[in-house]
């Protein structure tokens, strides 16, 4: 009795070269597909900063309109033509992940970063000012900067610039 081995017609693995090929191409692509996913994750980042603007801006000038008629909720009071913030100060109000105003922050918690406040969640900081314009016609220039994310050191956070004129 012959007992024959059988025969394989075709390979039953990958190669050397097959293999490094493979690795090569997924070497290229694995970085390529977390880029992307940082990259959406920034984009949507920002959309919702965008979305959120059109709750924070309104809430901003709320607060200077208050501050010039001599009651503000969360500053210190202003004339016409007077810059802000006062020297040593900062303007800067958190709002929740909702978009609500939260309260105004300190200079330390700006420059660090913060998380919560009044125990509520903070996703974004608007920081407010106004300088006398170079024009020296009586406007001033007003700058909002909404940062984000709120919990990240000032050098860290995304912005966002809104300008505008006021008397």
Not at 34 to 41: L, T, V
Not at 146 to 159: G, L, M, Q
């Amino acid at each position: 009795m012959k007992i024959t081995s059988p025969m394989f017609s075709g390979r039953s693995g990958s190669t050397l070269v097959e293999s490094s090929i493979a690795m090569g191409v997924l070497a290229l692509a694995v970085p390529l597909v977390f880029g992307s996913m940082a990259e959406a994750g920034k984009s949507g980042a920002s959309a919702e900063a965008e979305n959120r603007s059109a709750w924070i801006i309104p809430t901003c000038l709320q607060e200077i309109e208050n501050s010039r008629v001599g009651k503000p909720q969360y500053f210190t009071a202003t004339e016409t033509g007077q810059t802000f913030p006062p020297e040593n100060e900062i303007w800067a109000l958190a709002f929740s992940n909702e978009g609500s105003t939260v309260d105004k922050i300190t200079i330390a918690q700006y420059d660090r970063g913060i998380k919560n406040l009044n125990g509520k969640s903070i996703s974004h900081l608007a920081k407010i000012s106004a300088t006398k314009a170079q024009e020296n016609d009586g406007m001033l220039d007003l700058r909002i900067t909404i940062e984000y994310p709120a919990t990240a050191p000032v050098d860290k956070r995304r912005t966002l610039d809104f300008h505008s004129r006021i008397p």
